[in-house]
């Protein structure tokens, strides 16, 4: 039991470390980075954590949701409300934007998880765009307009730190019990209930972190570009984070990360062709699911990467004493 509780201390102080070292790299970077680049390491880090929370749904538990950027929409919203209607902290605010996502997550997944394929697919999309009609009609969000007035909050360290924190969630959640018993119901729901996984359950597990995620990936979204509206959050707003899930690898969160990257930095790459820009990243996309349908990655994770690192440098100290 002692050495239980040794284990989880210095997992505990590992994190905290982690954190506080990405916190400060990422202090001294955005000193000597340009604007341009900063500002294109803020989305970047931005959609690695929405990314995640859909992996999670999508990769981990196999439920295809469409409805990612409202969950999004809701983070962004209430922490929008939180910290200029109710002058609440930005730390207040970011978590009050994770809840609300969370809650709104748990309540969709009630009726909706029972439907799987394109059933969900299509409730979750019937979901998102209620949710941007609601806010195009509320007068509390701006409507139409757009909600005015928010403070440019998130910085570059805050960024990071939040996106080093879900990756290391992720980690820990896929290397679980809980982890694993989603990965169970996504490949064989029939079997995994034969041995007593509460299938609903974790579902909404899934769901309910995963849209915790993109509330959070919201309420930095909305303090990074100052203004939003409803159709910032539109139906190409999920299928765009769909999108970095399944080039990267449905289930992989090493995947996940570097379809994010890819994802966020190829439009601005292709700059430089001006209007055809977006029909070559169109092109990449199609020619890259042909030659890799799994992903980059797919079925890829942190521990195969762990493991093959430590048997190729066994290898290489074998090798020299030879």
Known sequence: MRNIKNNWLVQVIGFVLVLIM???????????MPPYYLQIGFFIGINVIMALGLNLIAGATGQLSLGHSAFMSIGAYASA??????????????????????????????????LSGDYLAIATLGFAEIVRVIFTNMQITGGAIGFLGIKNLTTFPVIMILTVA?????????????????????????????????????????????????????????????????????????????????????????????????????PEFLRFMANYRMLVYGLLLIIMMIFRPHGLLGGFNFRQAISRALF???????????
């Open 22 to 32: 990405t916190g400060l790299t990422a202090q001294g970077l955005s000193r000597i």
């Open 81 to 114: 409300i939180a910290t200029v209607t109710l002058h609440l902290p930005f730390p207040v605010g970011i978590l009050l934007g994770g809840l609300a996502a969370c809650l709104f997550g748990i309540v969709i997944g009630f009726p909706t998880l029972r």
């Open 166 to 266: 879900m990756i290391a969630v992720m980690m820990w959640l896929e290397n679980s019990r809980n982890g694993r018993a989603m990965l169970a119901v996504r490949e064989d729901e029939i079997a995994a209930e034969s041995v007593g996984v509460n299938i609903t359950w974790y579902k909404i597990q899934a769901f309910a972190i995963g849209s915790f995620c993109a509330g959070v990936g919201g309420a930095l979204f909305a303090h990074t570009t100052t203004f939003i509206q409803p159709t910032d959050f539109g139906f190409m707003k999920s299928i765009e984070f769909l999108n970095m899930v399944v080039l990267g690898g449905l289930g992989s969160i090493p995947g996940t990360i570097i379809g994010s990257v890819v994802l966020t930095t190829a």
């Open 312 to 322: 190729l440098g066994r290898r290489i100290r074998q090798g020299a004493k030879v």
